[in-house]
Each structure stands twice: as C-alpha cells, then as structure tokens.
C-alpha cells in the first residue's frame, strides 16, 4: 500500500490534514523497518501494521496511539529503531512502542507462557490504557490471518485470545471487539460447531430479519405518533460464540435464543428511552425475567441501556436494547470512548481510567501483590487471575448506592472481604435484598447486600470452601495463620470424600459419627442409602484440618466392626 493510499484511508475515518501529514514520516519509517519482510500469508509484512493502525483509528484514539500502531512491531525486527522514535516522534510513542513490544516478548511456554502474557498485560494496563488497546487492535487482525498458521499454533493462539484477551476486551467494555475475537478463536478451536453454527444462523435468521423488520416499521411510527424524536433504529445478528454457548444452555431450542437478532433503538435522551420503554410495553407483552435496566444500574464497566424482550406473533421472542448515542457510543467501543469524547479532554500523560467504572483496573496491582504473598504455583495463580478478574461478573450494591464488581457465583462473603477484610473477618449475618441470606448462597446481579459484624466474631476454616475469589480466600488464610506447608487447607482447599464399605448393622453410623467427634472434624455430608445393600458405601465429606487429619480417620474407621474397606479421596 502507498503513502496515498493509506492517507485516503485516514481522511475517510476523520483523521485532519495536519495529522496525516504527521504520519507520513510515520509510515515511510515503518515501510523501511519492514521492507522485504513478508507475512505468513505471503503479504508485505508492512500489511499488518497498517491494518492494526487503521483499527486503532476507527476507536478514534489519538494520533501517538495510530502511530504507535503503525510502529508496534519496528522495535522487534531491529531494536535500534527505539532511538530513532524517540528522536524523530518524541518520548510518548516511543513509551507506546516500547511498551506493546514489552508486552509481545514472552520468553516461557505453556501455562507459563499464558501467565506472563497475562502479567504484561495487567502492567500495561496499569501503565497506559492505550497499550492495551493497541495489542488489541494487533491480536484482532493476528486473528483474521490466522489460516495461514499450522494448526497447532493457530488452535494455541485462539485458546490465548479466547481465554485472555476477549475477556479483557469485556472487561474494557469493548463488546465490539470482545465479539469479533470470540468468533475468530471459536472458528480454530471448534471449526466443526462453527460451521454448523453458520449454517443454522443462515437459516434462521432471515425469517427473524422479515419479523425485526416489520416490527421495526411499528414501533417507529408508534414513537413518531408519540413525537419521540428517533435517532436510529437498526438491528444486528448476536456473535457466533455467544449465540451458540446460548444454545447450549437451551437445549438447542432456537425458539428461546430471544436476541439473535436484537432491535436496537438509539435516542436523545434518557426520558425518551424510558418513554420507549412503556411504549413497546404497550404494544407487545413482555417478559418478565428478561427486564434489564442497565441505565438506573450500569455494569461495572460502563455499559448503560435498557433491554426488554417481548412476546410477538407466532410466539417469538424479540429483544430490545433501548439507549441514547453517548451510551451507544461506550457500549460499541468502551474505554475507548471516554478517550474520544471525555469531557474533561485528555490527559496529559498517557490515559488513566476514567471515573469508579474501570476502578478494576486500579485493583490489579494490589491483587497481585496480595496472591503473591501466597507462594502460589503458576497454575493456581493463572486461575485464580480468570476467576478474579475475567469470569463472567455480576454487580451488587452496598446499601450506600455503590456499585461492587465480582465473578458469578460470588457469595456474600466474597463480597465482604471485598470491601474490606476486617468486615470479612468480623462477619456474622448477610442480608440480600434485605433477606437474610446465608453466607454460602450465590449472589445475584443487582441485590443490595449488606453484612452484619460482631466485634469479637473470627472467619471459621469452612468459610475457604464457600467464598469463590483468591482475594478472599487469601484474606481468611491470614486472619487464621495458615501458613505452614503442613497444613491441608493451605494446599489443597478442598473436602475430602471417604468412602466406608461395612456390613449393615444397628449403631453403625453412630460409631462412624463418632470417629469425627474425637476428632472435632465436622461431617458435611453422609450419605447412608443402602437399603440393605452391604456393597454400597457410606459416602461421607468432610473438612481436614491439617493433612495428618485424613489418615487418622481412615485408620480409626478400619478399627469399627463390620467395616471391610475405606476409600477417600480429595473432591474436585
């Protein structure tokens, strides 16, 4: 591609004449580092820079950022070039190169590898949002070439993407891109779900398009009648990957896939989306567990709308997303919205989050700070990161109106170390909803939790097998100092099973019952439903204390009469 060429391209995404004229040196320096240098695909390698800039662009970042692009890979085929952009681009871009090519070198391979690639990105995000949004752009348009690669490495890289960065991408509020990167990683990694996937889609969703539409037509000139001034009202088709993980939930049943195609109605302001709102109520019945009012209450990372399904004809039915053009634009591009359109202009160095909705991202270092303190493997470490921080989230509320971020499945007890550990240590009741609540039940998107404290309560061992997140867990670890590498809780965290095979006979559980008891190890669980069967077992679960625990009980089992053999293992 020419100098010209690409300068076209540029204007036709808003870039000003004073800015392309800026890049010209920019691409004619990227053009020489890359020169006689070609892809896998069998293209000039200068290809892929440009397209990763011209992405970039389309986010609306700023001029460092579409340079930064254009350059990202300069430093790795000759290192001496940093000097160069720092001299001729000044200190910002080269930061920018230096750091996206920081983020690429990944010395380690296998669980590893996937563990520092996560650390460098957390320490880019840290550093300069705009790193992450580059590498982004960069792993976007890896994954739109990614035929060219053998298999192995082609399947390696999609498990990368879909575990690492789509989440970050939804994570960022990038649903775009948190899409386009799910489909890409879902064609390598399942191509034969895939195509079938594509197929049924085709097939289905022109007959939802001739529905979309005509409804479409009604509820437009419902909102003309009403002098609802309509900025725009389209539709999309839902991503692959997503549409097929909502399959599977519904046993294949497409007639429940409500937002294959979703209605979205963009407007001018907040009072229209909810006079909207009543409107489609009006015309169409709703359904009832599918009201979202992500306005009122947005998710942790920006993304505000309303969201409604309604009942139509032939029993379809049909999701609306309802929201003005500032929260269309987060909800297309997220993080990087704020960069393009941040009333308070950009800042002067670099990029920092903006505002309590990215305040995650703040959160990254000190967790890491914290989990190492653990003496974790790589492993453990690597999952606890995509339970934290990447697994599909809720949000609840404190009783002040503050919005709390967690992973789903996150317990109240969770939610109380994550305000502070003194609260999760000292906890003693929890309400939802004002209910009371136990402290194993799963929290629910948009409850108002609140924990009661007794001043002298301590965190019991069993509370390990009931919080969900590392932070937690780390937290109750420390208040009951368990820190010796003999300690079963320490190593394992999970319940032991024990299986006991014996002769039926009366005061047989009790013997066994009592087995725990001189231990002062309580039983979870026993399962006795033999119904005269001797061959069944006994199923019983349970909580060691320390590892020595686990022998112990096996060996006073084996001494009750009638029992013939024990079984344990760790529970998964």
């Known amino acids: 591609m020419t100098w010209q060429e690409y300068s076209k391209l540029l ?58 692009g254009l350059l990202h890979d300069a430093v790795e085929k000759n290192p001496n070039v940093l000097k160069t952009i720092r001299q001729k681009f000044g200190n910002e871009i080269a930061f920018l190169v230096d750091a996206v090519t920081k983020v690429d070198r990944v010395s380690a391979k296998g669980v ?29 348009h890896n994954m739109e070439t990614l035929d060219a690669l053998a298999k192995d490495k082609r399947e390696r890289i999609a498990e990368e993407t879909l575990s690492l960065y789509a989440p970050l ?10 899409g386009e990167l799910e489909d890409l990683a879902f064609k390598h990694l399942w191509p034969r779900e895939y195509a079938e996937m594509l197929e049924a889609v085709k097939n289905h969703a022109p007959e939802r398009e001739r529905l979309i539409r005509k409804i479409a037509n009604v509820i437009e000139s419902e909102l003309k009648r009403e002098k609802i001034k309509i900025k725009e009202i389209s539709f999309r088709v839902k991503h692959l990957y997503s549409s097929w993980l ?3 939930k519904y046993d294949n049943n497409w ?32 359904v009832p567990s599918r009201f979202k009012d992500y306005i009122a209450l947005p998710k942790p990372n920006g993304y505000q709308s309303l969201h409604t399904s309604v009942f139509t004809e032939n029993n379809y039915i049909v999701e609306f ?70 697994k599909d989230r809720i949000f609840v509320l404190t009783p002040k109106g503050d919005v709390i971020d967690l992973p789903k499945g996150a317990t109240p007890l969770d939610f109380a170390y994550h305000i502070h550990s003194e609260i999760g240590n000292r906890a003693f009741g929890a309400k939802a909803d004002g209910r009371l609540v136990s402290f194993s039940r799963e929290l629910r998107s948009g409850e108002v939790v609140e924990i009661t404290t007794q001043k002298n309560k301590k965190p019991s061992r069993e509370w390990l097998h009931i919080v969900k997140t590392s932070l937690a867990k780390n937290r109750i670890r420390r208040a009951l100092r368990i820190t010796d590498k003999d300690s079963f ?16 006979r009366v005061g047989l559980i009790k013997d066994i019952s009592g087995v725990f008891a001189s231990l002062h190890i309580n039983i979870q669980t026993l399962t006795a ?10 199923l019983i679960t349970f909580i060691p204390k320390q590892k020595s625990d686990v022998a112990k009980i096996e060996n006073r089992l084996k001494k009750i009469r009638d029992v013939t053999k024990i079984n344990s293992k760790i529970k998964s």
């Not at 036709?12 to 990227?30: I, P, T």
């Not at 991202?361 to 990161?385: G, M, P, R, V, Y």
């Not at 999970?494 to 039926?504: C, D, L, M």
């Not at 439903?529 to 006994?538: F, K, L």
């Open 321 to 390: 997303q309802i929201r003005t053009e500032e929260m269309h634009r987060e909800a297309e591009n997220g993080i990087a919205a704020h960069w393009a359109y941040s009333e308070f202009g950009k800042p002067k160095k670099g990029f920092s989050a903006i505002g309590k909705k990215f305040n995650w991202i703040n959160q990254l270092a000190n967790w890491h700070k914290e989990f190492e303190h653990e003496h974790a493997s790589t492993e453990d470490l690597l999952e606890a990161l995509k339970i934290d921080f990447f």
């Open 112 to 140: 590893k590898r996937a563990l520092e690639s996560v650390r460098k990105m957390f320490l880019a995000v840290a550093q300069d949002i705009r790193v992450v949004m580059i590498k982004l752009m960069d792993r976007l």
């Open 246 to 248: 909502k399959l599977e």
């Open 11 to 68: 204007a036709k995404k808003g870039l000003e004449e004073k800015d392309r004229n800026f890049l010209e040196a920019v691409f004619e320096l990227a053009s020489y580092v890359h020169e006689g240098e070609t892809r896998a695909t069998g293209e000039p390698y200068i290809t892929h820079p440009i397209s990763v800039s011209l992405k970039i662009a389309d986010l609306k970042l700023d001029i460092a950022s579409i340079a930064a």
């Open 169 to 178: 991408a939804e994570r960022l509020g990038m649903w775009n891109i948190k």
């Open 529 to 538: 439903n033999r119904s005269g069967n001797d061959e069944a077992p006994i």
């Open 255 to 286: 007639l429940l896939l409500s937002d294959l195609i979703a209605l979205r109605i963009i407007l001018e302001d907040v009072k229209d989306c909810y006079s909207t709102l009543g409107i489609i109520h009006k015309l169409w019945k709703p």
């Open 489 to 504: 809780l320490a190593i394992q965290e999970k319940p032991v099973s024990t299986s006991v095979y014996a002769r039926n």
